[in-house]
């Protein structure tokens, strides 16, 4: 047993989402297996931590024969607790997903399940974030689990670079839809908000976060172009976030 | 009026920190001003917005002659409420701070008034976040307010180059004893986490989140090795997270 890979899993959407239970039988036959999942969904906590209230832990029976825990925070604490309080060893593996819904392009910054795979990265831990691109609960993993399992082999088996993770989307459909692997950068787009804007029931008014999704890039090298033309795109992720050929130029600046 | 730079104010300690007060004083001599920042503190939500559940917004007295509004959601919600709820135009800047605390090298990932600025700049806004590194509610802001009217000033009037924003750290003390600014790359550093395992009255457990910094680079062009020899650091920040040096290594590998 302890020659068996250690392999982290969460997400961003609960223990309860199909996406993780499609996950965990991905990496069911790669290795020792530890599920540390939030217990309510958390998607778009992007990097969030939890300081200003205390954490709840408590072990689950979500996953047959498989130690899991749910946690009352963030991806980002589950993947703390898991590596501080509950593992003995660390983990060679940190998998997040299978999320409900596109992390490509801008989304990486917005997305829980990507942000728990790179503080994965920041502690060291090879690790991979994966989505599929239908935010249906019961949407079709089957091609997604496939190549989750394949790319989880490929890093397993090759090591990621220090530092750097990887950001996988999956289009929707079926394998034989698919049309295999493109490694890509993170294409260029934001959101154009709008706020649906409520009346409460005493006149007060709310409102909600909508928007469009609006690509300012049509890179054949990105993400984005890659999903659309039906390839699974894979990102390798940094968190070095500095914009290094700006430090000359800023140098050069009279402040 | 209309010839004056709009400046759009947040941050992520709420509306009432020292921080932001001393910030809206730096940057009321530069232009006219929104304040839009959260209605409590907000720390450590990254870059987290709010989907599940609706947001408030409330006109706030807090400054004189300022307009400005709390918001019941995380920095970067405030962010996109006042772009697309309550401006008629596009600010010319975005400055959110100033942070009680460090938001040099990783922390650029867990910080809300850090999340904020690369949120601005993802619209295309010049942006920039300041932190002063002391935690105290009531901290010395002289220096770093000087100092962020100075950096204001030099990015109204030199721009930005689009994509980017700028994470500006000032060291503790007073202006003297600062040895001026230093433009950095992002220093490697991570968590080690701990957790502070208590009872509650019931028996359950819960946990607090702790930690300590742990540098793991010596650089001497980092943030951290600027902000120890006493200058303010400013390290121009990207949110394109793509590892661009790995896409051809990762072509290599045999998946």
């Given at each position: 047993m302890a020659d068996k890979p250690l392999i982290l899993i969460t997400n961003d959407d609960s223990?309860?989402?199909?996406?993780i239970?499609?996950?965990?039988?991905?990496?069911?036959?790669?290795?020792?297996?530890?599920?540390?999942?939030p217990d309510k969904p958390q998607s778009g906590m992007g990097h969030a931590i939890t300081i200003h209230s205390p954490l709840r832990l408590m072990k689950s029976n979500q996953f047959q024969n498989i130690q899991s825990y749910t946690c009352s925070g963030t991806p980002v604490d589950c993947v703390k607790l898991a590596i501080y309080e509950i593992l003995k060893r660390r983990p060679d593996l940190l998998v997040s997903g299978i999320n409900h819904g596109s992390n490509a392009s801008t989304n990486v910054l917005y997305s829980g399940t990507m942000s728990a795979a790179i503080e994965g990265a920041i502690e060291g831990i090879p690790s991979i974030g994966f989505s599929l691109l239908d935010h249906d609960a019961d949407a079709d993993f089957d091609a997604a689990s496939e190549y989750a399992h394949?790319?989880?082999?490929g890093v397993l088996a090759n090591k990621l670079q220090s530092g750097v993770c990887l950001n996988v989307n999956i289009p929707k459909g079926k394998k034989s839809e698919l049309?295999?692997?493109?490694?890509?950068?993170?294409?260029?787009a934001f959101w154009e908000d709008s706020f649906d804007k409520r009346k409460d029931p005493s006149g007060g008014d709310y409102y909600w976060l909508t928007g469009k999704f609006?690509?300012?890039?049509?890179?054949?090298?990105?993400?984005?172009?890659a999903l659309e033309?039906?390839?699974?795109?894979?990102v390798p992720t940094q968190f070095d976030m500095t914009a290094h050929h700006l430090i000359s130029q800023l140098n050069e600046w009279n402040f």
């Open positions: 223990i309860s989402a199909k996406g239970a499609s996950l965990v039988n991905a990496m069911s036959k790669l290795g020792e297996i530890l599920v540390v999942a394949t790319i989880a082999k049309k295999g692997m493109k490694i890509c950068r993170q294409g260029r609006e690509a300012t890039d049509k890179g054949e090298d990105t993400d984005m172009w033309h039906k390839f699974v795109s894979v």
